[in-house]
Antibody
């Protein structure tokens, strides 16, 4: 069965960096675009970034552009999110999620991980 | 950016009730809309995509309709496991600049 398992969350000071990972299994990782979506405590969902199936294209929300970098290692079936210059408003549960359509339509997300909490606080 | 506005923000209903949630886009998005269900402490779950297509494995009591700027999610007969928060999401823009509605919480009456 499709599984996405995030890791790497924790407490970090403002201005510091953190890297999240998402290990994928149960499907052909190399044929799907994958996304990061976050949810601040008690708030709604915010799309963060997407990377194409082969890693050749990346797109970001304006709120993280220039600070966050999405990447993937298809040999390890793993997605990453490098987060730099972290701010208090980046505090959230970060989910990785699979694009529903093979090769990536960049439209909908059909499988999600359980999320990892990032807390930015001094 | 396209803004998505859901109404109501919360609704109280009983098992067996018909529940309707509305989502309005700040500009036309054709049928590029999805609905997700989220239970406390869990990840969202895709219910409807392309405004009216039912995701595999989702019960048929869930249905979606609309196009352009106005969309609706309907639960025809509310079940105990349906008490959750529901989000709409637009996927009209490319490069992707997805936005979600603020959520509608369906509570037990």
């Amino acid at each position: 069965q499709v599984q996405l398992v995030e890791s790497g969350g924790g407490v970090v000071q403002p201005g510091r960096s953190l890297r999240l990972s998402c290990a994928a299994s149960g499907f052909t990782f190399t044929t799907y675009a994958v996304h990061w979506v976050r949810q601040a405590p008690g708030k709604g969902l915010e799309w963060v970034a997407v990377i194409s199936f082969d890693g050749s294209n990346e797109y970001y929300a304006d709120s993280v552009k220039g600070r966050f970098t999405i990447s993937r290692d298809n040999s390890k079936n793993t997605l990453y999110l490098q987060m730099n210059s972290l701010r208090a408003e980046d505090t959230a549960v970060y989910y990785c999620a699979r694009d529903r359509d093979v090769w990536g339509s960049y439209r909908w997300l059909d499988y999600w991980g359980q999320g990892t909490l990032v807390t930015v606080s001094s | 950016d396209i803004q998505m506005t859901q109404s109501p923000s919360s609704v109280s209903a009983s098992v067996g009730d018909r529940v309707t949630i509305t989502c309005r886009a700040s500009q036309g998005i054709s049928s590029w809309l999805a609905w997700y269900q989220q239970k406390p402490g869990k990840a969202p779950n895709l219910l409807i995509y392309a405004a009216s297509s039912l995701q595999s494995g989702v019960p048929s009591r869930f249905s979606g309709s609309g196009s352009g700027t106005d969309f609706t999610l309907t639960i025809s007969s509310l079940q105990p496991e349906d008490f959750a928060t529901y989000y709409c999401q637009q996927a009209n823009s490319f490069p992707p600049k997805w936005t979600f509605g603020q959520g509608t919480k369906v509570e037990i009456k």
